[in-house]
């Protein structure tokens, strides 16, 4: 059974960075594209940032584009976001999973994000 667990999150203010980690338990992770979701207050949950199996190449939702940095270590089976240059709307808890919008996997408990002054 996989399990995933996040960290990294906490309070933080405006303009300030987190980095988020993913540890995978119970799969190997090289053969699925990796993304990280967030679920903000009232809003649908939204992949946030998907980076492929090899780690080249990555997206990201445009609210994000240019502050957060998605990247991986296969061997290690850790998925990171590098968050930077936060706003309020970035507050939500954030979940990794595998990518492409088809998250395969049970969610683990998140981490909570919360950008506030």
């Known amino acids: 059974q996989v399990q995933l667990v996040e960290s990294g999150g906490g309070l933080v203010q405006p303009g300030g960075s987190l980095r988020l980690s993913c540890a995978v338990s119970g799969s190997f992770i090289s053969m699925y594209p990796m993304g990280w979701y967030r679920q903000a207050p009232a809003k649908q949950l939204e992949l946030v940032a998907n980076?492929?199996?090899?780690?080249?190449?990555?997206n990201y939702v445009d609210s994000v584009k240019g502050r957060f940095t998605i990247s991986r270590d296969n061997a290690k089976k850790m998925v990171y976001l590098q968050m930077n240059s936060l706003k309020p709307e970035d507050t939500g808890v954030y979940y990794c999973?595998?990518?492409?919008?088809?998250?395969?996997?049970?969610w683990g408990q998140g981490t909570q994000v919360t950008v506030s002054s």
């Open positions: 980076i492929t199996t090899g780690g080249v190449s990555a």
């Open positions: 999973n595998t990518g492409g919008n088809r998250p395969l996997w049970a």
